[in-house]
């Protein structure tokens, strides 16, 4: 079993940076790739973006050049660098790794945005 733990949320104003966490603890040999996603109030949840086990990156287009995903392999954490941040990024935001058991989620951070 894999347990993931966010953290790093808050409120911020328009154009400042956070930087949220994902430590994984448990079965991480088993994790072949690991991913953030957000739900907005009144949303569906979607994907923001993603790593894979050899380091790969990808990104949302609305995300793209803003947020950077990152991984420390000695912690077991995944990083998502926030950078001007907008409202529109105001969202409870998960980490998801997928493994080879099927898929496990964090609890969400919160993340506001003001204007």
């Known amino acids: 079993q894999v347990q993931l733990v966010e953290s790093g949320g808050g409120l911020v104003q328009a154009g400042e940076s956070l930087r949220l966490s994902c430590a994984a603890s448990g079965s991480i040999f088993s994790i072949n790739y690991r991913g953030w996603y957000r739900q907005a109030p009144g949303k569906q949840r979607e994907w923001v973006a993603g790593i894979t086990s050899r380091g790969s990156t990808n990104y949302a287009d609305s995300v793209k050049g803003r947020f950077t995903i990152s991984r420390d392999n000695a912690k077991n954490t995944v990083y998502l660098q926030m950078n001007s941040l907008k409202p529109e990024d105001t969202a409870v935001y998960y980490c998801?790794?997928?493994?080879?058991?099927?898929?496990?989620w964090g609890q969400g951070t919160l993340v506001t945005v003001s204007s």
């Open positions: 998801k790794a997928d493994t080879t058991r099927g898929s496990v």
